[in-house]
C-alpha cells in the first residue's frame, strides 16, 4: 500500500510506524472545575502512536468521508485508526467493503442476520447476507479536530 492511496472516495492514509516522536504528558487529570496549582508540571512523555496502535503491522490510518457516522462521533475527514488484526464483533466500528464500495459503519446482529449500521438516520442499514462483503479492519480510535479549529 502506498503512504497516500485512494480508493473509492476513502483515504488511506498509510501504515502506523513506530518512528513517532514523544510528546510530553501532563501529570493529573483535567477536571471540569479549577485546576489546582499542584497539577502544573510534566509528568512523563507520551508517544500517541503507541498509545493508540497495539499492532502496528496490522494497523493502518484512513480518513472518513461524509456524514453518515456523525452519530458516533466521526465527522467528515476524521482520522480513523484501524486494527486489521482484531476480531470483528457486534457493536464494533468497522472498515468494510461492501459490493467493492468501501464504508465505515457499526456492525450490528438484527434478528439472526448480520448488518452494517450508520450513525445517521438518513442512511439505511446495510443488510450484509448475498453481498460480497470484505471486513477491512475494526477501528480502534477517532482523530478529529474540535471547535473552530475544523478543516
Not at 502506523?16 to 512523555?45: C, H, K, N, Q, W
Request: glycine content about 10%; some cysteine.
Amino acid at each position: 500500500m502506498n503512504a497516500h492511496q485512494t480508493i473509492n472516495d476513502c483515504s488511506v492514509i498509510g501504515v502506523a510506524t513506530a518512528a513517532a516522536r514523544p510528546i510530553p504528558l501532563a501529570a493529573g487529570e483535567v477536571r471540569a472545575g479549577f485546576p489546582s496549582p499542584a497539577d502544573d508540571y510534566m509528568e512523563t512523555e507520551l508517544d500517541l502512536v503507541s498509545h493508540i496502535v497495539r499492532h502496528p503491522s496490522a494497523t493502518f490510518y484512513v480518513r472518513a468521508k461524509g456524514d453518515s457516522m456523525e452519530g458516533y462521533g466521526i465527522y467528515d475527514a476524521d482520522i480513523l485508526v484501524v486494527d486489521r488484526s482484531l476480531t470483528p464483533r457486534n457493536g464494533d466500528v468497522l472498515i468494510a467493503a461492501v459490493d467493492g464500495e468501501l464504508t465505515v459503519k457499526v456492525l450490528e446482529q438484527i434478528g439472526q442476520r448480520p448488518y452494517l449500521v450508520a450513525g445517521n438516520p438518513d442512511y439505511p442499514p446495510i443488510h450484509l447476507s448475498g453481498r460480497d462483503c470484505h471486513i477491512w479492519g475494526v477501528v480502534t480510535h477517532n482523530v478529529h479536530q474540535l471547535g473552530s479549529h475544523r478543516g
